[in-house]
Structure formats: C-alpha cells, structure tokens
C-alpha cells in the first residue's frame, strides 16, 4: 500500500486496524472501531480546476468557501465516486491522506491538531490508520489551515 510504504519510508509510528467491514463514512469507522468521531479522519476529493484533498475530522463539515480560498479556486464540487477513484487510485472508505498520487493538493483542517490521536484511511477501505496527532505532523505534506 501506497500509504503504508510512504509512512514507514518517513519513519512514521503508526498501527493498522484490521476493520471488519468496509466503512463507507467516518460514522462508520466510528461504529466499527469504536473510537470518537472527532479522532476520525475523513479525507474527502472535491473538483475544481483541478482536484483538492480536503483532510478534517469526522465530526466536522467542510466550508467549501474557506476550502476554495484556501486553494485558490473560484468554486468547488464534491467528486462523485468515479473522480475519487481516478484522483486518489483508492475507493470512497478508504481514501488516505499519505501517498497520494503525485501533483494531487491536499488541505489538513487546522482542528485535527485537538485530538491526541487520529484514525485515517490506508488506502484500502476495510484497513486504518492510527497515529499520534505528532506523527500526523511530521508525515503531512500538504497545506494546513481551517477549511471547517
């Protein structure tokens, strides 16, 4: 996995959780694994002159004004299943934030930082990702700002 090679390649401690079922949302994964919604993270592909990953916790909703300032686009879509599919090379449920494909921008909500640990997408749906909010820190590659 894409995202398991990138984090072991930066030296990032993390755990994979083996989750049995395929969540499709972060209600889902907070359902399955029983932890917080809020230590959820969702990463989610919007459209706009060219595609953004926007990364904020489960319990938080994306502020589509603040996300298309934050990249410079006049507006922005919610990507439809397919799109996710051919900009990320993952399926809704399992998208992560490490690895992505080369040239894809990525946006991390300011207010994932509240939480001591996270759970993300590895890239295959039915396996997470967990790691301290520090780890989070020195794996991100991207642009971190509040777009909730």
């Not at 994964?29 to 926007?54: D, M, N």
């Not at 994306?62 to 410079?72: I, P």
């Not at 934030?97 to 993300?120: I, M, Y």
Request: net charge negative; aromatic share 4%; hydrophobic share 40%.
């Amino acid at each position: 996995m894409k995202s398991i090679d990138y984090l072991k390649e930066k030296g990032i401690q993390f755990r994979e959780v083996h989750l049995t079922e395929v969540p499709k949302t972060a209600q889902d994964v907070e359902r399955i694994y029983g932890c917080p919604l809020k230590q959820v993270l969702k990463s989610l592909l919007f459209i706009g002159a060219t595609p953004v990953l926007a990364v904020l916790s489960g319990d938080r909703k994306v502020n589509k004004e603040k996300l298309a300032k934050a990249v410079g686009e006049e507006s922005l879509h919610m990507a439809t299943p397919e799109e996710v599919l051919l900009h990320t090379g993952c399926p809704i449920g399992g998208v992560s934030p490490f690895g992505l494909p080369t040239g894809l921008r990525a946006v991390l909500d300011t207010a994932v930082f509240e939480n001591k640990q996270v759970n993300t997408g590895s890239g295959i749906a039915e396996i997470g990702l967990e790691l301290t909010r520090d780890e989070l820190r020195k794996a991100w590659t991207g642009d971190i700002t509040d777009i909730s």
